[in-house]
Structure formats: C-alpha cells, structure tokens
C-alpha cells in the first residue's frame, strides 16, 4: 500500500510530494480514503472462486530477480540481470504504519496475506 500511494503521486505528477517523499499522515489519510479501497487482492488473478489455482508459478516482487532466475531455470531460456526502474526513496515501508493503519490494510488484503504468508 506504501508502494501503491507513492506510486500514485507519482502519476498525479505531484512533484512537491515526490520530492519531500511521504509523510504518515497523507499515508493514513489515503488509507482511510476512497482510493485505497480499490484495491484488487492478487490472489484473484492467480486462483478461480473455488480456490483452484490457474497458475503454475507466483513469484514475489519483493525477491523479483530470484524468482525470474527460477522461471528461466524452468522454461529453459538464459538468465539475464533484471533492472530496477521507478524506484522512490521513501524508506522502509513500516514506518508509515500504525495499529489503526495495519488494520485497514490486514483488512483489504486478507486473501493474499493468507494465501502468501505474508506478515508484517
């Protein structure tokens, strides 16, 4: 969600905000906004509503270039060095959380925390 709220002053072009990075509070208020509710857990992508997957392979974003090597590994084709594009400085994404801010995004995510394992 972090990463989502960054991501979306980026593309509003809201330059002041980009540079001074994100503060908490505008973090809490989009999660307690509209916009954060749109969000589609991913696990809807990968398995149909019985819970049967339609994939053979979820890799995570968090260790991209692992899971890219295991994929290239698996479908016979050479490895190459992934870059990293549209990265932001804003830090390490528990900072901007609070029990109140946990709630709502253990909330709206709850099928891909449960289906990942993710924790935070």
Same mark, same amino acid.
């Given at each position: 969600?972090?990463? @989502? @709220?960054?991501?979306?002053?980026?593309?509003?072009?809201? %330059?002041?905000?980009? =540079? #001074?990075? $994100?503060?908490?509070? =505008?973090?809490? %208020? *989009? $999660?307690?906004? =509209? #916009?954060?509710?749109?969000?589609?857990?991913?696990?809807?992508?990968?398995?149909?509503?019985?819970?049967?997957?339609? +994939?053979?392979? +979820?890799?995570? *974003?968090?260790?991209?270039?692992?899971?890219?090597?295991?994929?290239?590994?698996?479908?016979?084709?050479?490895?190459? %060095?992934?870059?990293?594009?549209?990265?932001?400085?804003?830090?390490?994404?528990?900072?901007?959380?609070? =029990?109140?801010?946990?709630?709502?995004? %253990?909330?709206?995510?709850?099928?891909?925390?449960?289906?990942?394992?993710?924790?935070?």
């Amino acid at each position: 969600m972090v990463s @989502r @709220r960054y991501y979306q002053m980026f593309v509003n072009g809201d %330059e002041k905000a980009r =540079d #001074r990075g $994100l503060a908490f509070k =505008d973090f809490e %208020e *989009f $999660l307690g906004s =509209d #916009r954060s509710r749109l969000v589609i857990n991913q696990s809807r992508y990968f398995h149909n509503k019985f819970g049967k997957n339609m +994939v053979d392979f +979820v890799g995570r *974003f968090e260790n991209f270039q692992e899971q890219f090597d295991q994929v290239c590994d698996k479908i016979g084709i050479d490895k190459i %060095e992934l870059s990293h594009l549209n990265s932001s400085p804003r830090g390490e994404y528990r900072q901007y959380y609070n =029990d109140k801010t946990k709630k709502i995004v %253990e909330k709206a995510c709850k099928d891909d925390i449960m289906r990942y394992g993710y924790k935070f």
